[in-house]
């Protein structure tokens, strides 16, 4: 009898469960022994934290960077080199962009509508409040201002060292060169063309494979970054500012299933097929709160849904620039609690204000380490909100931080799909075969079909 083996999601959840129960052990541990000279190594906290649960967490993140870059230049050129019309290419982008800007628009203006409505920083004492260093985001700020002006913006697309870019992680400049490179093979000859492509297929499909081997160690990933943070933070900062962190999810739940949920609809989608299929990249994006721990997997799913590889290779690694829901949602939220933290009313003129800085300032940035503060510092001094304010909420930002990149994922998928669909390269019939492929419907008489599977 074949004994039946743990699904990575549920993998995923154990170590989630455990980590958090192992990190409020730690940080109950760090409270009993302030100020005190640990006895032995294995009492002291901070020794567990930085001597294996940070490594070991380290690893995982490390080794997912590791993959990204090669996996969305190879993919990219593939792609681009298959579909090879300038003019078809330049409409797949310029729907993408103007997709990208109503969605995270609509993301901005429901989370101020909310943070309106509920007032999640009204009648807390400021006094209750734990604060935590955020002057490394302050010196972030200030690079990014620097840098971050429109003709700026535009010029950082193309890189000046493509070497330089990868080295760098630069994701935007890569799938600039990428695209250009993917154009200029799909114009030679075919006995030029073919090998070249064949060898970049070859590539993106030997990255697909490590990203599974990858995938084998996620567990292991979640259980110490978790177990990290509660040990850090624990659960006492939690408490004075349960209102927003309740706020904030709401807010998700709602953007996810209400509005992406209904542009699905008007695509021909279903939102909730679309987060089963998903579940596990949900569930290990929610407990590591990075989105590029999911990307190569995002781009291989939605391939296999039906989208084809050219749209799916550069609608991903795009949107985690551009197409950011769950922060922008966040931010907007965030700094409206703020401003009704120190008792500013903001009037109508200061929150379009807000909003359009908002617009702005959320693109192009997602290689900012803490993106979702430095974007928020470059925009509460536009409208005389202080940025003091951010400190007060640094404790609880990983808890909201875990949500946020959970809907940017779904986000960043449901858009592969609404391009490919709105260009008409949607292929129902392959989507379809997929579904019933997936692991939940076995055992249901639906029998798999031959051909690749993508592991679940």
């Given at each position: 009898m074949k004994k039946a083996k743990l699904s990575l999601a549920w993998q995923i959840l154990i170590g989630l469960?455990?980590?958090?129960?192992?990190?409020?052990?730690?940080?109950?541990?760090?409270?009993?022994?302030?100020?005190?000279?640990?006895?032995?190594?294995?009492?002291?906290?901070?020794?567990?934290?930085?001597?294996?649960?940070?490594?070991?967490g380290d690893i995982f993140i490390r080794l997912i960077k590791m993959i990204v870059v090669p996996i969305v230049i190879a993919s990219l050129i593939v792609g681009i080199a298959g579909v090879g019309d300038a003019k078809k290419l330049g409409r797949i982008g310029l729907k993408t962009i103007i997709y990208f800007e109503i969605v995270t628009t609509l993301a901005i203006l429901v989370g101020v509508g909310l943070a309106n409505a509920f007032h999640p920083g009204a009648g807390i004492d400021m006094s209750t409040l734990s604060t935590v260093d955020i002057s490394q985001y302050q010196k972030t700020t200030a690079e990014v201002q620097h840098d971050h002006?429109?003709?700026?913006?535009?010029?950082?697309?193309?890189?000046?060292?493509?070497?330089?870019s990868i080295a760098r992680g630069d994701m935007l400049p890569i799938i600039f060169f990428s695209v250009m490179?993917?154009?200029?093979?799909?114009?030679?000859?075919?006995?030029?063309?073919d090998p070249l492509v064949k060898v970049f297929q070859g590539v993106s499909e030997a990255m697909f494979k490590v990203t599974h081997m990858i995938m084998n160690y996620a567990p292991i990933g979640v259980f110490a970054l978790i177990a990290v943070t509660v040990a850090k933070f624990g659960f006492s900062s939690l408490l004075p500012l349960a209102k927003l962190v309740i706020l904030v999810y709401?807010?998700?739940?709602?953007?996810?299933?209400?509005?992406?949920?209904?542009?699905?609809?008007?695509?021909?989608?279903?939102i909730l097929k679309l987060?089963?299929?998903?579940?596990?990249?949900?569930?290990?994006?929610?407990?590591?709160?990075?989105?590029?721990?999911?990307?190569?997997?995002?781009?291989?799913?939605m391939e296999a849904y039906g989208a084809p590889k050219a749209i799916s290779?550069?609608?991903?690694?795009?949107?985690?620039?551009?197409?950011?829901?769950?922060?922008?949602?966040?931010?907007?939220?965030?700094?409206?609690?703020?401003?009704?933290?120190?008792?500013?009313?903001?009037?109508?003129?200061?929150?379009?204000?807000?909003?359009?800085?908002?617009?702005?300032?959320?693109?192009?940035?997602?290689?900012?380490?803490?993106?979702?503060?430095?974007?928020?510092?470059?925009?509460?001094?536009?409208v005389g909100i202080p940025l003091e304010g951010l400190a007060?909420?640094?404790?609880?930002?990983?808890?909201?931080?875990?949500?946020?990149?959970?809907?940017?994922?779904?986000?960043?998928?449901?858009?592969?799909?609404?391009?490919?669909?709105?260009?008409?390269?949607?292929?129902?019939?392959?989507?379809?075969?997929?579904?019933?492929?997936?692991?939940?419907?076995?055992?249901?008489?639906?029998?798999a079909p031959a051909g690749k599977v993508v592991t679940e």
């Open positions: 469960v455990l980590g958090i129960a192992i990190g409020a052990a730690l940080n109950h541990l760090g409270k009993a022994t302030a100020g005190m000279e640990a006895k032995n190594w294995w009492e002291d906290s901070s020794w567990w934290i930085s001597t294996v649960l940070q490594p070991a002006a429109f003709v700026a913006t535009l010029l950082n697309l193309i890189p000046s060292n493509i070497f330089a490179f993917g154009m200029g093979l799909s114009s030679l000859q075919a006995d030029l063309r709401v807010a998700i739940a709602f953007f996810a299933f209400g509005v992406l949920g209904l542009v699905a609809r008007m695509f021909g989608f279903s987060m089963r299929i998903l579940k596990d990249e949900l569930i290990l994006a929610y407990s590591t709160a990075s989105s590029e721990t999911v990307l190569p997997r995002i781009i291989e799913k290779s550069f609608v991903v690694p795009t949107g985690y620039s551009f197409n950011l829901d769950g922060s922008t949602l966040y931010q907007s939220i965030a700094a409206l609690f703020i401003a009704q933290l120190y008792g500013i009313d903001l009037s109508i003129g200061q929150q379009l204000m807000l909003i359009l800085t908002l617009m702005v300032t959320s693109k192009g940035i997602a290689g900012v380490p803490g993106v979702s503060f430095v974007v928020l510092l470059a925009t509460l001094g536009s007060f909420i640094a404790g609880v930002d990983r808890i909201m931080d875990m949500a946020r990149t959970a809907l940017n994922v779904v986000g960043n998928a449901l858009a592969v799909l609404v391009i490919a669909k709105w260009e008409g390269m949607y292929d129902a019939t392959k989507g379809e075969r997929y579904w019933n492929s997936l692991p939940h419907l076995r055992g249901r008489g639906t029998k």
